[in-house]
């Protein structure tokens, strides 16, 4: 993991963000010794945040696939 000084770090402040993507994190140390680990935020995704699909088909279709799903079930 790269580490940079503090003055480095407010110097170089975008390409320090850019290697912390890069690299999964980088430390900045401060003169009093003080560590710090800078880490890229991982994006909070919904898991039904889904693509959508094209299958052609229009809204009479779609309800007519429903209705005769709707029938099997209800003939059991």
Known sequence: MTEYTFSEARQKLASILDKARRDGAVRIRRRDGQVFVLKPERAQKSPLDVSGIN???GRKEIVD???EGRRKVDAG
């Open 55 to 57: 299958l052609k088909i």
């Open 65 to 67: 696939l429903i209705k």
